[in-house]
């Protein structure tokens, strides 16, 4: 099984420029998140999807917008990018009722 | 909003020295995950503990949870340089993801 896959796993955008981060997981889960890590902040939670169709906000979800696209792929699009959304991020996946998430290996963005 | 607090920051201990990292909420727990972060890369599953009083094990590391301090501890028994990377500890924040805190350092030195 290949667990949670992402790609890309690097970008570097100028500001302004769009991109889609596509997320995919191989395990039948119902729920998948995407989060950032930035140094100092953690890890905060910016979108997630409880079940295919539906998408909630999470902590973090200003410039962001996700798509449900099946139950195995779970996207996140930036359409403008900003310096500040510089980070790494991460999509997860869990199956019903909270259960462990499990995590993809991140996608490293720069926004310059 | 729940807070986790890592402690310590950052932990730089000798090959075979044990060692314990604590995670502290700011409101009940109701569950407390461990992950591990080797640099640059993603976040593997350590353990789960759901109920006060708690522990599990896996091979050399073992965690605790004590509900009435809002606490978990991971302890690490004759630490190895395969020990080494960021821990973290998470919170469910109830069906919508974790809270996670701001992870510990961990160095081995040989």
């Known amino acids: 099984n290949a667990g949670v896959t992402q790609t890309p796993k690097f970008q570097v955008l100028k500001t302004g420029q769009s991109m889609t981060l596509q997320c995919a997981q191989d395990m039948n889960h119902n729920s998948m998140y995407w989060y950032r890590q930035d140094p100092g902040m953690g890890l905060r939670l910016i979108y997630y999807?409880?079940?295919?169709?539906?998408?909630d906000k999470g902590e973090v979800p200003n410039g962001y917008n996700v798509s449900r696209l099946n139950k195995r792929e779970f996207s996140l699009r930036l359409e403008s990018a900003a310096p500040s959304q510089t980070s790494v991020y991460f999509c997860?996946?869990?199956?019903?009722?909270?259960?462990?998430?499990?995590f993809g290996p991140g996608t490293r963005l720069t926004v310059l | 909003s729940q807070e986790l607090e890592q402690s310590p920051q950052s932990l730089i201990v000798q090959e075979g020295k044990n060692l314990t990292i604590n995670c502290t909420s700011s409101k009940t727990l109701y569950g407390l995950y461990w992950y591990k972060q080797k640099y640059g890369e993603g976040l593997i599953f350590l353990m789960m503990l759901q109920k006060g009083g708690e522990e599990k094990s896996h091979e050399k590391i073992t965690a605790k949870l004590d509900e009435k301090k809002q606490q978990s501890s991971l302890h690490i028994t004759a630490s190895q340089p395969s020990h080494a990377g960021i821990y973290l500890c998470?919170?469910?924040?109830?069906?919508?993801?974790?809270?996670f805190g701001k992870g510990t350092h961990l160095i081995i030195q040989p």
């Open positions: 998470g919170a469910p924040r109830g069906a919508d993801g974790l809270t």
């Open positions: 997860a996946s869990s199956g019903a009722g909270g259960t462990t998430q499990y």
């Open positions: 999807s409880a079940s295919e169709g539906t998408t």
